[in-house]
């Protein structure tokens, strides 16, 4: 990819490579905010997929589109719709991702392994809570195992039988047809009856993680 992983990436993925899903009739969510890790094979091919969104030129290489894209803190994250230097890391199987950022702007105040919020949904890419600077991802996963401890931030509930596939038109729809890993998953909907799955709990109780 042209850039080094920071080391948390490295050592965490030489003690663990993804998350295997429990099957649909059960819990098909992952452990963050419930959308699952990707394994190294899965993150090869989501990145590889990224880069020819590089050179759309309704995309990644529309200078109208690159206009829109800012970041959170603003300047931390390159104003861009697709990066080589953004690395997928968990998913939510429509596109979006959280992974590091390798390669932030010089002038601006991000630094390389900072975790961020990415993908075909997000004009704004923010560096996410406790996922900021160079050890950003060690940091990120000690915030995690600490609230799957405690139980405040989401409890696993059961799916709802509404449909969000009204929303799949939104960001880069070739996605579901030209090699993302949402291609075949009917729009991301992965869930099959009776499934569980994970909701935000206070103040934004029932809500989806993304």
Known sequence: IGFALPPAVRDSFLCYNGQELESNQSCSDGLFFGLPLLSLEQIAEEWKFWRTVDEDPSAGANDEVKGWMTSCPAGW???????RGWLPLITDHVGNYVGVDLSPPASGGGAPGQVILFGRDFDTKVVLWRGEGEGGWGRFLQFIAEELESGDMWSLEAQSQSSDDEEDGIGYESYFSNGGSGT???GGDRAGEGSAGFRLRGDYKGWPAL
């Open 77 to 83: 994250v390159r104003s861009e719709y697709s990066c």
């Open 184 to 186: 075949g998953r009917g």
